[in-house]
């Protein structure tokens, strides 16, 4: 369990463990790759970050993870699993969010990428990412690095 404080100076706990504070968390965020590349969406007002959004009533959390993957970037999903969960404690209370690590096939150009200008694929997370601008506050907490340095080492996955 890590606990730290994000760009907003909210409270911030994190744990690989399987579901440690919901079972339907109702916020979920995607760590996507596409051909060894990382692939993100460009939020049109918090910038560059990986995808995610809200659960759905009548969905479950990995359901909205891969409509949220195909809305924001086009990409379809090959491979997804859930690896953390996270509490965003804020001034408006709180909110739980699954982590998934996605492989994603195929990118489809979409009419519409919903609050976003659609896919952004990088080689490398800029070292510079808290302090670049071009880049949303999501990215900008140690959810990031925990989660990055999970999916390097877990055996486990594919
Ligand atoms: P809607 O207007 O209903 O779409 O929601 P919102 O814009 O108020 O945001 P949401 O309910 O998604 O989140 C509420 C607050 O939680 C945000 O303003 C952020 O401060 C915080 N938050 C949401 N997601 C994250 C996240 O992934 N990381 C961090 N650090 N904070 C988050």
New binding site residues.
Partial sequence: MYRFT???R?E?TLSFDNHPFSRNPK?V?IICCYRNKWLLTKHKERGIEFPGG?VEKNETAQEAAVREVMEETGGTVKSIRYIAQYI?A?K?GK?T?NVYFATIDKLMPQDTYYETEGPVQISSIPMNVKRNMQYS??MK?D?LKYCLTFIRTDKTGD
């Fill in positions: 994000d760009y907003y909210n911030v916020h965020w809200k965003v804020g408006g909110i969010k506050f999501i907490d959810v």
